[in-house]
Structure formats: C-alpha cells, structure tokens
C-alpha cells in the first residue's frame, strides 16, 4: 500500500504540502508586519492545521484500510496471463457468522427436514475480472515482496513473490512490463 500511495499521490501531496507552507509562510510575514491583525492569526493556525492533517492522511488511510481489509474473510485468486489480457478470479467465501447453523431439535419431524434444506449452502461463484494490456490503463511495478499490477490507478492486485517461483516471477514480471509498456531494466 506504502508503494502505491508513494507513487500515485505523491505528485499531489507535494503540490498540497507546498501550497499550505507558502500560504502559511505569508501569514507569518504579514503578521510580523502587523502584529494587531487577529484574521492573520486565524489564517496561520488554519494553515498549520491542513499542514499536520495532510501530512498525517496517507498514515490514517492506510490505518482505515487495513482495519476494513481485517474484517473481511480471506478470498482465492485465481490468475491467467495471456499474451493479450489478464484474467483474475476471485472467490468470494461467505464469513463464518453468514454460515447457518444446523439445528438438531428434532421434536418435529417436518421441521427438520425443512431446517436441513435451508442449511444447503450453495458453492462460491468466482468473480472475473478480464484486463485487456492494449485497452485497459494498466500499471506494473515490484518491490522485494510482491509484483503489483495496478489498474486505473484505484484497483490494486498483489502477486506475492512468496507464492511463485523464481522462474515464474520472471516469465510474469518480464510479460507484464512488456504489455503495460514499462521498461525492462
């Protein structure tokens, strides 16, 4: 998360960074030339304020994320690499409190035989996701731990190098950065 928060905002978090310590920096001027101005006061502490709070965002994002993320059950993956798209699967397996429970209160014989149907569970249908690397806004980049594949700048999918041998990993980094246009370093 740290790798995609550095690269896609950064640009902006710079830019904001910059912005509020110029205006803030005007402020402090301005209320050394006029001490007696209150507003300037005002503007400073605003300023100091979005400062701290920006620069404390990405930390508190990361924090929502991973709590959210913590609550949800853990899912399969399944991908396909193709010489023209990337497929991903993703099995979706009901938490355990969504699990209904058998009861085994066998006072009444019809009412058994109607809990045990209800208990049937039905079998995760995988989701697809189909990337097309000509058509689709398509990003790839690594770090020591895993290989990311980034759509469109919001979705990110995560190939833990743990998972994959070194021959694998080589064959997926080697048609990834060919087919998303990145160079091969």
Do not use: W
Not at 25 to 43: K, R, S
Not at 61 to 89: A, G, Q
Not at 124 to 137: G, H, M, R
């Amino acid at each position: 998360m740290k790798m995609f928060q550095k690269e896609y905002s950064s640009k902006r978090g710079i830019l904001f960074t910059i912005a509020y310590a110029l205006i803030m920096a005007a402020g402090i001027v301005l209320i050394v030339l006029n001490p007696t101005n209150v507003v300037l006061y005002i503007a400073v502490a605003l300023c100091l304020f979005g400062l701290i709070f920006h620069l404390t965002a990405k930390k508190r994002v990361r924090k929502s994320i991973i709590k959210t993320l913590s609550k949800m059950n853990p899912e399969d993956y399944c991908c396909t690499i193709y010489k023209n798209r990337i497929e991903i699967e993703t099995i979706i397996k009901p938490k355990e409190e969504e699990i209904p429970e058998k009861n085994d209160n066998n006072d009444n014989k019809e009412n058994s035989d109607i809990q045990e149907d209800e208990v049937e569970l039905k079998e995760p249908t995988p989701i697809k996701s189909v990337f097309k690397f000509k058509d689709d806004p398509l990003d790839f980049s690594e770090d020591k731990i895993s290989l990311y594949l980034v759509y469109n700048r919001q979705q990110i999918y995560c190939f833990p190098k743990r998972c994959l041998s070194e021959e694998v990993q080589e064959k997926v980094r080697s048609h990834l950065k060919k087919m998303t246009g990145e160079e091969l370093v």
